[in-house]
């Protein structure tokens, strides 16, 4: 968590061994290439080194479906013949449209990867024919305004798709990407997806932590952009820390790293990023652990509505709390972000603690009482420190939990009135 480089330095470790899978047993490969799928590729997009993310899922999809990649690179070429390179006819169109709009800008081309192909056509259940948007393009200016500027040219010039315009430049992703996105027809009736964005955006899309701007003389420079990926690793790395299991380790990175985003605001209007299906419980974890502890409802565009609710994209979000409030276990149901989750586990296992220690405590009294032996505060420290715990809380849990007995609490403070018994 102090040095984000030793994070880069095992991405790049990953990326070098799944270049070089080829000598080792099939078994294997596939091991690294499902590990590398699951985590590694996830971890690379959630730190917003996008072409890293895009190379090490391509290398694992080919270990993993090679029949699939191989059938996209043949519909490729099949495609190809029947319509010729659109890369570059689609590219002068758009170069014709900013030229024409007065906005200097770069534009880039490129066929999407195979694995992103794929990922689409198992998501929207449809063949490779049917696929829209395989093509992507950059236009890449050198100012916010000239963004939105060839935003609005390229609009003038080609179809625009309905729905399917985007803006990450106001509203930033959670790993920092800032970009516009929009769907045109392009030629041949070819669906193209157009991201426009400014070289210092370019810059951190393509390497995320890992970009110009992050190190200088060794030293971490700070973030010039309104997401820091950076804190959502610290933040990973603290709930590490604070004694989650493995197991649970593992399936909050999962969460945090597999959604979609949405984005919602407080009443103040700060805007938290959430992953999709997200509800006011994980909202209220996103602003503060003590907000998610207390929270007893919620509100939404003004409306109160249940917390199993399902947060939408730009809705406002008020959380009511009660200081006294505790959360429930069902909340475990109900939230879906891996730092709410932990949350709620961990204050379910700080209350059920606090009632086996008074449980405990109670047991203990009666043990004493019952034979007339002083059972105060002296003897529960003589009884902790004598059957080797940390705290007289630890042992009153155990007594508590039913995992020991009164008779051998009171047995280590008076051995020989028990071993009389």
């Known amino acids: 968590a102090k040095d984000v480089r030793v994070i880069l330095v095992k991405l790049a470790d990953r990326l070098h061994n799944m270049r070089t899978l080829g000598p080792l047993r099939p078994d294997k490969r596939e091991r690294i290439a499902r590990e590398t799928m699951e985590i590694y590729a996830p971890l690379a997009g959630r730190m917003g080194m996008q072409r890293m993310r895009d190379e090490l899922e391509d290398l694992a999809f080919e270990v993993l479906n090679p029949e699939a990649r191989t059938s996209i690179m043949r519909r490729f070429l099949k495609l190809k013949k029947e319509t010729g390179d659109l890369i570059p006819k689609i590219a002068r169109a758009l170069e014709e449209a900013l030229y024409e709009a007065k906005v200097p800008a770069e534009v880039r081309g490129r066929e999407k990867k195979p694995y992103s192909i794929w990922r689409k056509m198992e998501e929207k259940q449809v063949g490779f024919s049917h696929l829209s948007d395989i093509y992507g393009f950059r236009i890449i200016t050198e100012t916010e305004e000239q963004c939105y500027a060839a935003l609005g040219a390229v609009h003038r010039a080609m179809r625009v798709v309905p729905g399917r315009m985007k803006d990450y430049i106001s509203g930033p992703k959670s790993n920092g990407y800032r970009s516009l996105h929009t769907t045109v027809q392009g030629p041949a009736a070819s669906r193209v997806e157009v991201q426009i964005r400014t070289r210092e955006m370019h810059e951190v899309a393509e390497h995320g932590v890992a970009a110009h701007w992050a190190y200088k003389e060794g030293r971490r420079s700070a973030n010039p952009f309104a997401v820091d990926p950076f804190r959502w690793l610290s ?65 939404v565009d003004g409306h109160r509505v249940p917390l199993w609710t399902r947060l939408r994209n730009g809705q406002s979000v008020e959380i009511i709390r009660v200081d006294a409030s505790r959360p429930s276990p069902v909340w475990l149901d109900m939230a879906v972000t891996g730092r709410a989750r932990a949350a709620i586990r961990r204050a379910l296992r700080e209350d059920e603690r606090g009632e086996h220690i008074r449980k405990g405590r109670e047991v203990l009294r009666q043990s004493f009482a019952r034979r007339e032996l002083d059972g105060g505060q002296k003897a529960l420290e003589t009884a902790a420190r004598k059957l080797a715990f940390n705290s007289v809380d630890d042992m009153l849990a155990k007594v508590g939990a039913g995992e020991l007995s009164g008779r051998e609490v009171v047995g280590a403070v008076y051995p020989g009135i028990v071993a009389a018994e």
């Open 235 to 299: 933040d990973l790395v603290e709930r590490m820390e604070k004694g989650n299991t493995p197991k649970e380790f593992l399936e909050q990175v999962r969460l945090d790293m597999f959604h979609d985003q949405v984005f919602c605001f407080t009443p103040k209007g700060e805007v938290y990023g959430l992953p999709r299906g997200a509800t006011p419980i994980d909202f209220a974890y996103a602003i503060h652990t003590r907000i998610g502890d207390t929270c007893v409802g919620a509100k």
